[in-house]
């Protein structure tokens, strides 16, 4: 079993950054494992957001692209998410997700908001 925790929620103003951080109780980051994070606003679906694959391909939800970055952190067997130049539609609860030789994880999710 592995346990993710998200970290580096809160609020911020529009044009400002923020990083999230997902640490895992196991080292399945820093072992490859896929990684993604994903958000859920209000009376709406949980969308992907990035995710970066075994191999370290990374991809972008369109809305994102450009202004997000997704990475390891191998050293804190973490994975990231760096976000930069912030709206107030990302507003949402982000969750972290992995998948470690098939097995789905997920965390608890952290609050941004983004004020106009």
């Known amino acids: 079993q592995v346990q993710l925790v998200e970290s580096g929620g809160g609020l911020v103003q529009a044009g400002g950054s923020l990083r999230l951080s997902c640490a895992a109780s196991?080292?399945?980051?820093?072992?490859?494992?896929?990684g993604g994070w994903y958000r859920q606003a209000p009376g709406k679906q949980r969308e992907l957001v990035a995710i970066?694959?075994?191999?370290?391909?990374?991809n972008y939800a369109a809305s994102v692209k450009g202004r997000f970055n997704i990475s390891r952190d191998n050293a804190k067997n973490a994975l990231c998410l760096q976000m930069n130049s912030l709206k107030p539609e990302d507003t949402a609860v982000y969750y972290c997700?992995?998948?470690?030789?098939?097995?789905?994880?997920w965390g608890q999710g952290t609050q941004v908001t983004v004020s106009s």
């Open positions: 997700y992995a998948n470690y030789h098939g097995v789905a994880y």
């Open positions: 970066i694959t075994s191999g370290d391909t990374t």
């Open positions: 196991r080292s399945i980051f820093s072992s490859n494992a896929v």
